[in-house]
């Protein structure tokens, strides 16, 4: 049975940091797509980063030189260093697992409907 659960959330002031993980089990995760997710109140759920099975990353605009998604294969464990928080990226935060080895799906990485397996989700508050 595959399982993904996110830690790491909490309440931050604007420019502060916080670093999000994603334990996974009963899942070879280290060759696969796996991406974070977060959802605002009244918002759909959008795609703020992945990782590929190879490595390669992808970034929602909003984020960009600011999240850093990683993995480690020897723990299983996927990662998002959030820095320079904004109020803006307040939501709860989801960790997400593709069948699909590479993030790549019809021309974008953040089709959620591509994602197979979610864990249940860590809330982010960002103040200003």
């Known amino acids: 049975q595959v399982q993904l659960v996110e830690s790491g959330g909490g309440s931050v002031q604007a420019g502060g940091s916080l670093r999000l993980s994603c334990a996974t089990s009963g899942y070879t995760y280290s060759s696969h797509c796996m991406g974070w997710f977060r959802q605002a109140p009244g918002k759909e759920r959008e795609g703020v980063a992945a990782?590929?099975?190879?490595?390669?990353?992808s970034y929602a605009d909003s984020v960009k030189g600011r999240f850093t998604i990683s993995k480690d294969n020897a723990k299983n464990t996927l990662y998002l260093q959030m820095n320079s928080l904004k109020p803006e990226d307040t939501a709860m935060y989801y960790c997400?697992?593709?069948?699909?080895?590479?993030?790549?799906?019809?021309?974008?990485?953040?089709?959620?409907?591509?994602?197979?397996?979610w864990g249940q989700g860590t809330q982010v508050t960002v103040s200003s």
């Open positions: 997400a697992a593709s069948s699909y080895p590479l993030c790549v799906f019809g021309g974008t990485w953040s089709d959620r409907n591509e994602y197979n397996y």
């Open positions: 990782i590929d099975g190879d490595g390669s990353t």
